[in-house]
């Protein structure tokens, strides 16, 4: 079995809540409360941020040029193609540049990109890669089960876009790539005595993107 399988299954519970959230079911069927969704994407912009900088992180931990490659290809995807498609994509929703911008940090945001940061900070590029994991294989992963949704495609899905994009082509060849670069470090890197250590890493973030999901799913709630 893979390394990826390996901490999928030993963070199971986590996992399921993450890839199954209400969240995304709302986006596969199109229920999901539009204000819950611009939430959710107001405060992605801030992730996408943070996220680039964990990249950066990514190159400076890289033992290696390859990885270094590898870090920056993925850092120049993040700051050329996927921050201009998330302004354009909020944009159709009525969130403009400086709406983006001028959006203060909801906690949720803060300590998930706040953990991978430290996870990388204080730990090595292995380390910080399954930190980022969750977020990486699990989008290609979530997107893939919403599309076969028989509403995922229909033209008055509200999300029909968002789910496209993460199930398309591209974005499920980045998710393979970085799956695979995971499996190949796990092989250089990942000792017994460092399993419970890499495992613990791979659980938090993996409840921090549920805790995303919860926090953009409040959002639509009605008040009680
Ligand atoms: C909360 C949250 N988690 C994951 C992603 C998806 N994502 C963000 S950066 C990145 C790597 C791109 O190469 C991917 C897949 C998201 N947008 N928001």
């Given at each position: ?66 990885d ?33 911008e ?40 979530i ?6 949704h ?35 470090l ?39």
């Open positions: 079995m893979g390394f990826f399988e390996r901490l999928k299954i030993e963070a199971s519970g986590e996992w399921r809540d993450y890839t199954e959230h209400p969240f995304t079911n709302g986006l596969a069927d199109g229920s999901l409360p539009e204000a819950a969704f611009r939430h959710y994407l107001a405060q992605d912009y801030l992730f996408l941020v943070e996220f680039a900088r964990a990249y950066a992180l990514l190159v400076y931990k890289s033992p290696k040029l390859a270094m490659r590898e870090a920056a290809a993925g850092l120049s995807a993040i700051l050329d193609v996927e921050m201009n498609l998330h302004v354009k994509l909020c944009a159709g929703w009525g969130l403009s540049a400086s709406d983006l001028q959006t203060s940090p909801a906690v949720e945001m803060l300590a998930y990109t706040r953990y991978v940061l430290d996870a990388g900070m204080r730990g090595d590029l292995l380390a910080l890669k399954v930190a980022l994991a969750p977020c990486v294989i699990g989008y290609a992963e997107a893939t089960r919403l599309a076969s028989p509403d995922a495609n229909a033209a008055k899905n509200p999300y029909h876009f968002w789910i496209a994009e993460y199930a398309g082509v591209p974005y499920q060849e980045v998710a393979t790539k970085a799956r695979a670069h995971l499996e190949h796990a092989n250089l890197y990942a000792t017994p005595a460092r399993e419970a250590e890499l495992i613990a890493i791979f659980k938090e973030a993996t409840r921090l993107e549920a805790d995303f999901w919860e926090m953009g799913w409040r959002v639509g709630q009605p008040v009680e």
